[in-house]
């Protein structure tokens, strides 16, 4: 183990919003150990709170499924991917011909923008650099990093399985939300995996000497990618038949269980 990458809703940040002390001292064992630690997260660069608050990390955070790299040291975006205001358009069409009752936003590197009802009136004033109108309106450049579309009475696996077809050419399709529907779309061929194949190659780590952690289906191919991908048991299904490997679930701090019986046999192997 070189390598420990985790995702951080569900699988170390409760829905309280809280890491706990165990899995605190679990990733300070492996810096102290030698052993890198990244975050790779669905959530933008401007939602690493948890992660300076709680954890004091200074490091790498692999952003927005993997279409952005963030330093938390120096608060500066390292790289990015994006989709193509062209793309972002053709998507946005063909969902609402599917569904004319989808309400989209999109992450840029420095924005959020949203059409109205996207998010909960009494929850706007958590969000920071919003700007809220119609998508064609708001996307000007080629800089979208994140596509979302969210729709109401329809469930996450019917609304992907439906939608995911119509636009998999253009664009990656996910979705991680545990309380709404709704699709994550990033840049095509860009996913947390092939982000975190480029972070560790550059480390001169394999993909063998990595350990990653998810619990949602934007972790898959990142679970699938890494030596030893584990899976929340408190995760959704699609990630926990993605890997035989299996961590107990955020309740039972189930990533901390993991790192320490890992840490313990690198001790006594030397």
């Not at 009494?122 to 809220?132: A, D, G, K, P, T």
């Not at 979705?175 to 975190?196: C, F, I, Q, R, Y």
């Not at 000497?209 to 898959?220: L, Q, R, T």
């Not at 995760?235 to 309740?251: D, F, N, Q, S, Y």
Request: with cysteine.
């Amino acid at each position: 183990m070189r390598l420990v990458a985790s995702d951080i809703d569900g699988t170390i940040l409760s829905l309280e919003g809280l890491i706990s002390e165990r899995t605190v001292r679990a990733f300070e064992a492996c810096e102290a150990a030698g052993v890198a630690v990244v975050f790779v997260t669905g959530r933008p660069a401007r939602w690493l709170t948890p992660l300076s608050e709680q954890l004091e990390h200074t490091g790498t955070v692999i952003c927005s499924n993997g279409a952005l790299v963030f330093d938390l040291a120096t608060m500066a975006v390292v790289s990015s991917r994006a989709i193509a205001r062209a793309t972002v358009l053709e998507v946005l069409d063909t969902v609402r011909g599917l569904y004319p009752e989808s309400v989209f936003a999109a992450e840029t590197p420095a924005e959020f923008f949203m059409e109205p009802g996207f998010v909960e009136a009494r929850r706007e004033h958590e969000l920071e650099h919003v700007r809220q109108g119609e998508i064609e309106d708001l996307v000007a450049a080629d800089d979208v990093v994140k596509f979302m579309a969210k729709i109401e009475g329809h469930s996450a696996e019917d609304y992907f399985h439906a939608v995911a077809p119509h636009v998999s050419h253009l664009v990656s399709v996910t979705h991680s939300a545990l309380d709404v529907t709704m699709l994550e779309m990033g840049p095509l061929g860009v996913n947390k995996a092939v982000t975190l194949a480029e972070y560790a190659h550059a480390l001169g780590i394999p993909p063998q000497d990595v350990v990653a952690f998810g619990d949602m289906p934007n972790d898959v191919e990142m679970l699938t990618w890494a030596g030893e991908g584990y899976a929340m048991q408190s995760g959704h299904p699609r990630a926990l038949a993605a890997t035989t490997l299996h961590a107990p679930g955020i309740e039972d701090d189930g990533v901390a269980q993991v790192l320490e019986r890992k840490l313990a046999e690198v001790r006594r192997a030397g």
